[in-house]
């Protein structure tokens, strides 16, 4: 194994990286937006297959050459299928089948990467079958001469203590294939840490094209969330939200990657309010929510105000909190800098926001097939200082969830100190971070005359 398995290249990274831009793009989100189209699954299945085999065609080249990789192997078993094998399969090839064996060779010289699946049951023709059962030989020979024949100098494997990403060879399988190889290339195995991470957290232009239609489906939820049509202050409770925002995602025909939240701040409340709390007239209103759909995921917190009687908009100190938590941002997403490690991407961003007087807290994560997706964590909500998780560098075609808060104090409520948290999904191109479907500047109110 590689003693340094955060690399990625780093000296081609940090040599050509570039800075984002100090004043990064910015757009508002439309608060109650309609709905995109959702696809039947015969229309998903056809552009789940076409993202596939471009992503095929050229991530794993790139990340092989880039990392030095001749070969790379990825096994998995039905029902528990490396995470990155699970991007990998066909539509129409929901699980694994029985003990799934994919071989990425590179045989240099300019030549296209072989993709191979030492498998009884081929995947939708993205990899050659390489094994035919009914010839007598076994599955782990079959694979130990596939390797003899094209004599790799360095064979990868998903097998990380950093990363479940990157882990996804289970003990008893490494086990197998380990003792299936000869000892000259029992010796050549290594880590495949940098070829999983960059797999899953690399998006292509094909995928950006449709992203901002699921994270407009994710706002258009909350937009309907936070109405009249949900909320009935003094009758509905953070739950009847909740679960009406998992109904409402499921009745789209799309998943939920976490069971969403709703709290309440309340004036004169030290704690947030939730589960069969009523909400009120006065209240603000927080929702994390979380959708799949297409294979790509959102993540995504909003703040909205219970107008009382008489209010046409909420008090000016709510209203500059949220203000507060968009400077974080911007502090945040003009220190995304290609090459720069995600603990110093938040150690500068952090100076940025300290020196305009806020106080911030900031916890942003790769998003893209999984929620919490694969690349650095640019801080957690209880460490906001250097992590080991914090030490993988930011690359670019990467999408993020801008996941942080700004603490401030609300003159109308008493000086009560309230975190105004925020998460909105944004992509980083290399140069600048965009917000995939806008972020969000203004506060929903429930209870107005136009909603």
């Given at each position: 194994?590689?003693?340094?398995?955060?690399?990625?290249?780093?000296?081609?990274?940090?040599?050509?990286?570039?800075?984002?831009?100090?004043?990064?793009?910015?757009?508002?989100?439309?608060?109650s937006p309609a709905t995109p189209e959702i696809l039947s699954l015969r229309e998903r299945a056809k552009l789940h297959d076409e993202?596939?085999?471009?992503?095929?065609?050229?991530?794993?080249?790139?990340?092989?050459?880039?990392?030095?990789?001749?070969?790379?192997?990825?096994?998995?078993?039905?029902?528990?299928?490396?995470?990155?094998?699970?991007?990998?399969?066909?539509?129409?090839?929901?699980?694994?089948?029985?003990?799934?064996?994919?071989?990425?060779?590179?045989?240099?010289?300019?030549?296209?990467?072989?993709?191979?699946?030492?498998?009884r049951y081929g995947l939708g023709g993205f990899f050659e079958p390489a094994w035919v059962p009914e010839d007598g030989d076994d599955?782990?020979?079959?694979?130990?001469?596939?390797?003899?024949?094209?004599?790799?100098?360095?064979?990868?494997?998903?097998?990380?203590?950093?990363?479940?990403?990157?882990?996804?060879?289970?003990?008893?399988?490494?086990?197998?294939?380990?003792?299936?190889?000869?000892?000259?290339?029992?010796?050549?195995?290594?880590?495949?840490?940098?070829?999983?991470?960059?797999?899953?957290?690399?998006?292509?232009?094909?995928?950006?094209?449709?992203?901002?239609?699921?994270?407009?489906?994710?706002?258009?939820?909350?937009?309907?969330?936070?109405?009249?049509?949900?909320?009935?202050?003094?009758?509905?409770?953070?739950?009847?939200?909740?679960?009406?925002?998992?109904?409402?995602?499921?009745?789209?025909?799309?998943?939920?990657?976490?069971?969403?939240?709703?709290?309440?701040?309340?004036?004169?409340?030290?704690?947030?309010?939730?589960?069969?709390?009523?909400?009120?007239?006065?209240?603000?209103?927080?929702?994390?929510?979380?959708?799949?759909?297409?294979?790509?995921?959102?993540?995504?917190?909003?703040?909205?105000?219970?107008?009382?009687?008489?209010?046409?908009?909420?008090?000016?100190?709510?209203?500059?909190?949220?203000?507060?938590?968009?400077?974080?941002?911007?502090?945040?997403?003009?220190?995304?800098?290609?090459?720069?490690?995600?603990?110093?991407?938040?150690?500068?961003?952090?100076?940025?926001?300290?020196?305009?007087?806020?106080?911030?807290?900031?916890?942003?994560?790769?998003?893209?097939?999984?929620?919490?997706?694969?690349?650095?964590?640019?801080?957690?909500?209880?460490?906001?200082?250097?992590?080991?998780?914090?030490?993988?560098?930011?690359?670019?075609?990467?999408?993020?969830?801008?996941?942080?808060?700004?603490?401030?104090?609300?003159?109308?409520?008493?000086?009560?100190?309230?975190?105004?948290?925020?998460?909105?999904?944004?992509?980083?191109?290399?140069?600048?971070?965009?917000?995939?479907?806008?972020?969000?500047?203004?506060?929903?109110?429930?209870?107005?005359?136009?909603?």
């Amino acid at each position: 194994m590689r003693n340094l398995i955060y690399g990625l290249s780093a000296l081609a990274l940090l040599s050509g990286g570039t800075a984002a831009a100090d004043e990064p793009t910015q757009g508002e989100v439309s608060l109650s937006p309609a709905t995109p189209e959702i696809l039947s699954l015969r229309e998903r299945a056809k552009l789940h297959d076409e993202w596939l085999g471009e992503r095929l065609d050229t991530v794993v080249p790139e990340l092989m050459r880039e990392n030095g990789i001749d070969m790379w192997v990825l096994v998995a078993r039905e029902y528990l299928e490396d995470p990155v094998v699970d991007t990998m399969l066909n539509a129409t090839s929901l699980h694994a089948r029985r003990r799934t064996i994919l071989v990425f060779n590179d045989p240099g010289e300019g030549q296209d990467i072989e993709r191979l699946t030492v498998s009884r049951y081929g995947l939708g023709g993205f990899f050659e079958p390489a094994w035919v059962p009914e010839d007598g030989d076994d599955q782990w020979e079959r694979f130990a001469e596939i390797v003899a024949e094209r004599d790799p100098k360095n064979i990868a494997i998903n097998v990380s203590s950093v990363s479940a990403f990157a882990d996804g060879l289970t003990s008893s399988q490494y086990t197998d294939l380990y003792n299936a190889l000869d000892p000259v290339y029992q010796a050549r195995l290594v880590s495949g840490f940098d070829l999983a991470i960059g797999w899953l957290e690399t998006r292509i232009p094909a995928e950006m094209e449709y992203y901002d239609d699921i994270v407009r489906t994710a706002h258009s939820i909350i937009g309907e969330a936070f109405s009249n049509k949900v909320i009935t202050p003094g009758i509905t409770t953070t739950d009847d939200v909740v679960w009406w925002t998992r109904q409402k995602t499921a009745d789209l025909g799309i998943d939920s990657w976490f069971h969403n939240s709703v709290h309440i701040f309340r004036e004169g409340e030290d704690e947030e309010l939730m589960g069969d709390a009523i909400i009120q007239e006065g209240d603000l209103l927080w929702i994390d929510l979380g959708i799949v759909y297409m294979g790509l995921s959102t993540d995504t917190q909003h703040l909205a105000y219970v107008l009382k009687e008489g209010e046409t908009d909420a008090p000016e100190g709510l209203k500059a909190g949220l203000r507060a938590s968009n400077d974080v941002q911007d502090a945040l997403t003009s220190s995304f800098v290609t090459g720069l490690s995600g603990n110093e991407i938040l150690k500068n961003a952090r100076e940025k926001a300290i020196a305009q007087g806020l106080e911030p807290s900031i916890y942003t994560h790769p998003l893209g097939n999984h929620g919490h997706g694969a690349g650095p964590s640019i801080g957690f909500w209880d460490n906001q200082g250097p992590t080991e998780k914090g030490e993988y560098r930011l690359r670019p075609n990467t999408a993020w969830s801008i996941e942080l808060y700004a603490k401030t104090a609300v003159p109308e409520w008493g000086g009560q100190e309230i975190t105004f948290r925020t998460e909105e999904d944004a992509f980083f191109d290399g140069a600048t971070v965009r917000y995939i479907d806008g972020r969000q500047t203004r506060l929903h109110l429930i209870g107005s005359a136009t909603d």
